[in-house]
């Protein structure tokens, strides 16, 4: 199959540059660029031992050693570790098209160059704009994806004004995904937490397994199966909770969270990975910039469940206490819808201070909290 001989091929071209490399640097350091290497394709191509190098598009096999020069950099800049050989073991397997890639949404199929025929595909969504490059990936379950670069012209989506009454504040939580400055609740899926239940209860069962025994492959794969519903699982709630929000609102308060930061907690990694912020804040984002819908975002060190709009400050406010009533103006406080009403009332806060950004004069602040709170809980997804 010829995507199968891409993948070997852009792999094997990897794994020599990078031996070639660290060897012209063993001698007698010598950095090689990719141009220097990329001088050799055209002769091993003519040889026998190569010749299948032909077969496969050259442009991929360009995008390797660009992927390695990539690789290096990092490990020189980042501090990022040394590039690895890649095996054919591998749990995912990709290569990449810089250009000419075709998609005929009408029949379902994609055209890439050396495919005669072009490949069918389910397009999950449809596009207009200029294709930049595309990557075909295999996973460890053995199912291909391509994935697409588009470049669009998103200067074309006027921005929706920012308006109060049209704007909402979203507080992200472990226990319900998020709660909103309205009132409307979007619980976690249920399902979510079956099939990572499954993934727990799986990986256990592979440890068990001795090693090398196709008894283990069997478990490893799966696995791999459970681990691919979990995640596609995630991006499929992702894309319904974020579509609802930019269809129903024109302007989301956020905290700018530091998901990274967070997961280093070990108590809440499992929490936080399961609701998955950072899917859910890239898909918003994209989302939001197609349909002019404003994202306004926070410090995360602002105190948005501790602080009372009377002006009181809870300090004393902990994880577990879910309300509390401010001593000083007696408003029973919910702490997650709390949060979200104030996330909206300190980005627009910003803004007005700021005066960056013209702003529609929609009602004042304080009638929005208090309708807020009496707001009907309702809920989305659930
Ligand atoms: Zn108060």
């Not at 660029?33 to 394709?41: E, G, N, P, V, W």
């Not at 309300?323 to 819808?337: A, F, K, Q, S, V």
């Amino acid at each position: 199959m010829l995507i199968a001989k891409h993948l070997g091929s852009c792999r094997f071209i990897y794994n020599y540059a990078l031996d070639k490399k660290v060897r012209a640097y063993q001698t007698d350091k010598t950095n090689l660029s990719r141009f220097d290497i990329q001088a050799d394709l055209p002769n091993m191509k003519k040889s026998e031992e190569y010749c299948w190098l032909k077969e496969v598009n050259s442009l991929s096999l360009q995008a390797s050693l660009a992927n390695l020069d990539s690789a290096y950099t990092k490990f020189f800049r980042e501090h990022k570790g040394f590039p690895n050989f890649k095996s054919k073991k591998d749990s995912k397997q990709s290569f990449s098209i810089p250009q000419n890639t075709k998609v005929d949404f009408e029949n379902g199929r994609v055209f890439i160059p050396k495919f005669k025929i072009g490949i069918k595909a389910k397009l999950h969504r449809t596009f207009e704009g200029i294709v930049k490059s595309s990557t075909i990936t295999r996973t460890s379950t053995g199912k291909y994806f391509i994935s697409i670069l588009v470049e669009v012209n998103v200067s074309d989506v006027p921005m929706k004004p920012i308006c109060e009454s049209k704007a909402v504040g979203i507080d992200l939580g472990i226990k319900t995904f998020a709660v909103l400055s309205d009132g409307t609740e979007i619980p976690n899926p249920k399902y979510l937490k079956q099939s990572l239940d499954k993934v727990k209860h799986l990986q256990r069962s592979l440890s068990h397994k001795t090693k090398g025994s196709k008894n283990r492959d069997k478990a490893r794969r799966k696995l791999a199966l459970a681990h691919e519903r979990v995640t596609n699982q995630r991006k499929d709630f992702s894309h319904k909770v974020t579509k609802y929000l930019v269809s129903n609102y024109d302007t989301i308060c956020l905290e700018d969270l530091n998901v990274k930061g967070m997961v280093k907690n070990h108590h809440l990694a499992q929490s936080i990975s399961d609701v998955s912020w950072s899917m859910f804040n890239t898909l918003l984002e994209y989302k939001a910039q197609e349909q002019g819908v404003n994202i306004l975002r926070i410090g995360r060190f602002e105190p948005s469940s501790k602080f009372c709009p009377c002006g009181y400050i809870n300090k004393g406010l902990t994880l577990a206490m879910r309300e509390w009533t401010c001593p000083e103006c007696g408003t029973i406080h919910y702490r997650d819808l709390l949060a979200a009403i104030n996330i909206k009332r300190f980005a627009f806060r910003n803004i007005n201070t700021v005066g960056a950004t013209e702003i529609h004069a929609c009602g004042d602040m304080s009638g929005v909290t208090h309708s807020a709170q009496e707001a009907h809980k309702s809920s989305v997804c659930g």
